[in-house]
């Protein structure tokens, strides 16, 4: 059924709301990439390559974030879900092109503060660390290849762990 749900252009694999969040096209994205893995299906592999395609052409190509349409200035949280997805293809041996990868790492380091230990949610004069961002760009900074020792990464981790889980933002 989410197959059926994707519109295919020459810029890939569009499963973006009619409303054009790019969050729907991240997760679902996931999941074909997770499926695929998963199970070995032929029939899934072009069709989780081309929501990857979709995310690769949907990047900022001056920020190199993503947002609710493509190429908008990114949000740390939109990146959040593009960088999964293209995690799990990655793991799935799918093709995701490195220059992908270190545009996104130039709009994290755009949105980060204390070097490296937090991320604010858009690239502002006034950059302020949120737990919520923080754990979406330090995960995204692990799942980039951030080796697991670095002094920004421990940081960041060790500050993330002194917020409880929210009873009120699932998010």
Known sequence: ????????????????????????????????CEAYAMTGDSALRHQAQLALNFICYAQD??????????????????MGWQIMA??????????????????????????????????????????????????IGLLCRMYMGTESDDEGLARGIQRLARYEPSANDAY
């Open 86 to 135: 293209l995690k799990s293809g990655f793991m799935a041996s799918l093709s995701v092109p490195p220059s992908v990868v270190q545009r996104a790492s130039l709009f994290l380091d755009s949105v980060q503060v204390d070097q490296n230990e937090g991320y604010c949610y858009v690239r502002h004069k006034e950059c302020v660390y949120t737990p919520t961002t923080s754990a």
């Open 61 to 78: 190509p001056v920020g190199g974030g993503w947002r609710y349409q493509p190429h908008q200035p990114g949000d740390t949280s939109v």
């Open 1 to 32: 059924a989410l197959v059926s749900m994707m519109t295919v252009s020459e810029h890939g694999g569009s499963l973006h709301e009619s409303g054009g969040h790019m969050y729907s096209h991240g997760i679902a994205s996931m999941a074909l």
